[in-house]
């Protein structure tokens, strides 16, 4: 049975500084590094044929560290912006306090955890899933019904709605789905892509 594994990049230095980031390139923090590199421990006695990734620098670092760690770094890496994070529009860059403080956090909550409301000029997760989902049905749900073995490091966001496709969550359920940085979510499935078994890395320690 294929293997799929979600790897959320380590802490960026925007998430250190409580930043909207979206699509802004920025980069890893050495907490993040060591993040990405303790991922790669994690994943070390596992085989992939093949691994992708969003354009973003966080979570292509992310994943060059990951391999270097597995002993890897020979391993296909296909890059993409479909996999990006969700784009925050004009609330890239602003601190969420501050943006809290000047916008209300109602406001900035609906902004934050609503399904299909987006911020001014950016995008919901329901738009996020729209440009993930068909990507992902395109390049990487043939490999896994082929048996291959794939690994994915991309973006809360972006992971939330291929979760969401994966283990059939309600637009509820999945705001509510945690995916904390550089823990990997490990998918055991068949070749028809049902999930028969799905569970964080770090919780088996």
Not at 33 to 59: I, K, P, V, W
Request: net charge negative.
């Amino acid at each position: 049975m294929p293997t799929l594994v979600l790897v959320r990049h380590g802490q960026s230095q925007w998430n250190l500084e409580n930043r909207f980031t979206g699509w802004v390139d920025v980069p890893l923090s050495p907490q993040g590094e060591e993040e990405a590199a303790r991922a790669g421990g994690l994943l070390a006695t596992y085989h992939f044929d093949l691994a992708f990734t969003s354009a973003l620098q966080r979570a292509q670092n992310t994943l060059r560290i990951m391999l270097r760690v597995m002993g890897n770094e020979e391993l296909p890496v296909i890059a993409n912006e479909a996999l990006n994070e969700r784009m925050y529009g004009m609330l890239q860059g602003l601190n969420k306090a501050e943006t809290a403080e000047r916008y209300g956090d109602e406001q900035v909550l609906i902004w934050r955890r609503s399904y299909d409301v987006a911020p001014p000029d950016g995008e919901s997760l329901k738009d996020t899933a729209a440009r993930v989902i068909p990507y992902v049905k395109q390049e990487i749900f043939p490999l896994l019904r082929a048996g291959k073995n794939v690994l994915v490091a991309a973006h809360g966001n972006s992971l939330r709605a291929l979760v969401m496709q994966l283990e059939g969550m309600s637009p509820a359920e999945i705001l509510q789905f945690e995916i904390p940085t550089a823990v990997p979510r490990v998918y055991t499935l068949t070749e028809d892509l049902v999930v028969q078994d799905a569970r964080f890395l770090s919780h088996e320690r």
